[in-house]
């Protein structure tokens, strides 16, 4: 389960570091004049695609598959607008068509719905997605395990202060798209944060206990949003 995660994140990273890279690239071939940076640049909804396909084969839930999905369809339809196939407005279409149909399909399904998956423990471990929208979300186990928060054009509030850990350290990976989230942890815990901004802000306001036998780790990417943890 674990180096499942970690792979995850490691693709994840080298996607989205290419990606940059790649930009940078052709940004100074162009400043040198050596081939023109626009004709290029409208290509970059190819990240959104790979950043999707990632996610998408190492998806935890139905939740990180819905996210990987979005960025899979929203990659699309602006590659498909910046090469002139479609026109905007059609993209929106049917991206409001898409959605809808999605909804409907997950409400009629709701009842039905599957038990989460055996290796994934919900009391223990955090799996939360918001996209175009709020969730709250609190736990009070006291083995908590670390898991997943991401935010796509929403929010996420995450409230741990009930929660304890009984191994040295865990891992919870945050990633903010146009969206914020917020992590609230208990005093005695000691938080390194290892997440990177890009137009954004990852800030860690939480205090620094004496003792630090009890350590979270919070990587990810805070992508034109934000991701704050505090006491």
Request: hydrophobic share 50%; charged share 20%; aromatic share 8%.
């Given at each position: 389960?674990?180096?499942?995660?970690?792979?995850?994140?490691?693709?994840?990273?080298?996607?989205?570091?290419?990606?940059?890279?790649?930009?940078?690239?052709?940004?100074?071939?162009?400043?040198?004049?050596l081939l023109e940076a626009?004709?290029?640049?409208?290509?970059?909804?190819?990240?959104?695609?790979?950043?999707?396909?990632?996610?998408?084969?190492h998806g935890w839930n139905?939740?990180?598959?819905?996210?990987?999905?979005?960025?899979?369809?929203?990659?699309?339809?602006?590659?498909?607008?910046?090469?002139?196939?479609?026109?905007?407005?059609?993209?929106?279409?049917?991206?409001?068509?898409?959605?809808?149909l999605v909804i409907v399909?997950?409400?009629?399904?709701?009842?039905?719905?599957?038990?989460?998956?055996?290796?994934?423990?919900?009391?223990?471990?955090?799996?939360?997605?918001?996209?175009?929208?709020?969730?709250?979300?609190?736990?009070?186990?006291?083995?908590?395990?670390?898991?997943?928060?991401?935010?796509?054009?929403?929010?996420?509030?995450?409230?741990?202060?009930?929660?304890?850990?009984?191994?040295?350290?865990?891992?919870?990976?945050?990633?903010?798209?146009?969206?914020?989230?917020?992590?609230?942890?208990?005093?005695?815990?000691?938080?390194?944060?290892?997440?990177?901004?890009?137009?954004?802000?990852?800030?860690?306001?939480?205090?620094?206990?004496?003792?630090?036998?009890?350590?979270?780790?919070?990587?990810?990417?805070?992508?034109?949003?934000?991701?704050?943890?505090?006491?």
């Amino acid at each position: 389960m674990r180096s499942d995660r970690v792979a995850a994140h490691v693709v994840f990273r080298l996607i989205l570091g290419t990606g940059i890279l790649l930009l940078g690239l052709v940004l100074t071939l162009d400043n040198f004049g050596l081939l023109e940076a626009r004709r290029f640049i409208r290509l970059w909804p190819v990240l959104l695609i790979g950043l999707g396909l990632a996610k998408l084969s190492h998806g935890w839930n139905a939740a990180t598959r819905t996210v990987a999905s979005f960025f899979i369809l929203l990659g699309t339809g602006l590659l498909l607008v910046n090469l002139q196939v479609l026109q905007g407005r059609l993209v929106m279409a049917l991206f409001y068509l898409i959605l809808g149909l999605v909804i409907v399909w997950r409400a009629l399904r709701a009842p039905r719905a599957l038990e989460p998956a055996p290796e994934v423990d919900p009391n223990r471990i955090l799996e939360v997605s918001s996209l175009m929208g709020s969730v709250q979300r609190g736990m009070s186990t006291q083995d908590f395990r670390g898991g997943s928060v991401s935010a796509v054009m929403g929010a996420s509030e995450i409230d741990l202060r009930k929660a304890s850990i009984e191994s040295a350290e865990v891992f919870l990976n945050a990633s903010a798209w146009w969206g914020g989230i917020e992590i609230r942890v208990p005093a005695d815990w000691t938080v390194e944060s290892r997440g990177v901004a890009l137009m954004g802000a990852f800030e860690d306001t939480s205090r620094r206990p004496d003792d630090a036998r009890k350590k979270l780790i919070v990587t990810g990417y805070a992508v034109m949003g934000g991701v704050e943890i505090k006491n």
